[in-house]
């Protein structure tokens, strides 16, 4: 008999959000894998619950190392559970590996399902919520955040990402650079602690009021691109797009033309817009 793999979400902020099985399964694991082994003693202290089985750390730093020892485990029969910081493992968070390598040796994965910072931030946004992608972290570089944002500049599903505070105002003005000062957005920090705060607004908005510092854990919703066609463009708002294409690497005429099919425009409208933008550049202020 081989074990099982069991998956258990953790409170992202208030204890009390923890879910009814997630004591039972601490104390019943044979092994229980944690991201942080000091903050587990901290949860299971707050569930007034003492786990039996060995406790053994699983973080990005040993996770490819420590995978084959808990495969054998589970192939041994072992229950094994795994836990991290705050969350759903797995997501953002160590736990791929792990239940990748359980599912190839045909291996029960089954989960305590828990809270999760994606899904608050996405019902607190204000956003369409119908269809969206998870996007986790961005690069910390700025130029590949910049090129990663390009990616999904016209996605339109809503997005969301995790950001740490002291790169939000970075990551915020990259976004309003590459999506638009006006795309809607969300920042949703602390959820569900005492001093959960959620910003909405635009993006170019809420950047400076980023830039001023932020503190706490970080979520941000950012809305899916209009439809094609669908709104009218100023000038400004052309020729950003336009630039934007042409720093991922296509010519300006390529660019042109898309954008122009984008808004439902000739390209005649878009190139005088780039042109004038040009002009206005070299005469300056």
């Not at 336009?242 to 042109?256: D, P, T, Y």
């Not at 122009?260 to 780039?274: I, N, S, T, Y």
Request: proline residues 6%.
């Amino acid at each position: 008999m081989t074990g099982i793999l069991v998956l258990a979400g953790t409170p992202i902020g208030d204890i009390s959000d923890a879910p009814p099985r997630l004591a039972a399964e601490l104390a019943g694991a044979d092994v229980v894998a944690a991201e942080d082994t000091r903050r587990l003693r901290r949860l299971t202290q707050a569930l007034g619950v003492q786990p039996t089985g060995r406790i053994v750390s699983y973080f990005e730093g040993n996770e490819a190392a420590r995978t084959p020892e808990l495969v054998e485990a589970l192939a041994g029969g072992a229950r094994v559970l795994l836990v991290t910081d705050a969350g759903m493992p797995s997501v953002s968070d160590p736990g791929y590996r792990l239940v990748a390598a359980a599912v190839e040796k045909d291996i029960k994965v089954t989960a305590v399902p828990g809270p999760s910072a994606v899904l608050t931030a996405l019902a607190l946004s204000g956003l369409p919520v119908d269809r969206f992608c998870f996007e986790g972290f961005l690069p910390r570089k700025a130029g590949e955040r910049l090129s990663r944002l390009r990616e999904v500049a016209e996605e339109r599903r809503t997005l969301v990402y995790f950001e740490a505070p002291h790169r939000l105002d970075d990551t915020l003005a990259a976004m309003a650079e590459v999506f638009g000062t006006q795309r809607r957005a969300a920042v949703c920090r602390e959820l569900t602690k005492t001093y959960e705060e959620v910003k909405r607004g635009p993006l170019g908005e809420l950047a400076a009021w980023a830039a001023e510092g932020v503190r706490g854990e970080i979520t941000v919703v950012v809305e899916g691109a209009p439809e094609k066609g669908a709104e009218e463009l100023d000038a400004a708002e052309l020729v950003r797009r336009v630039r934007v294409r042409e720093e991922a690497g296509e010519r300006r005429k390529e660019a042109i033309a898309a954008v122009a099919a984008e808004a439902g425009l000739p390209k005649r409208d878009v190139f005088d817009a780039v042109v004038a933008a040009k002009n206005a550049e070299r005469s300056g202020p």
